[in-house]
């Protein structure tokens, strides 16, 4: 069974802090995002994205989402 996926996406003002400390270069890991109740919608919509070491990542997706808004 695949998620529902709303068409329009509404960013928390959470969800856009995150990507704007993202887009500043700001490291967050991920025991560092479930700590701070990070909302894995930005992860499942591909906003943002795991590197090799772990930390999590704005994707171009993300800087556009912060542009949009």
Known sequence: MSQYHAP???????ELETLKQLEMGQTITTPDALKEH???R???RGFIAKDAAGHL???PSGRALI???
């Open 42 to 44: 930005l992860y499942e």
């Open 38 to 40: 990070l909302s894995g």
């Open 57 to 59: 990542t704005i994707t």
């Open 8 to 14: 329009q996406f509404d960013p928390t003002v959470d």
């Open 67 to 69: 542009k949009r808004q």
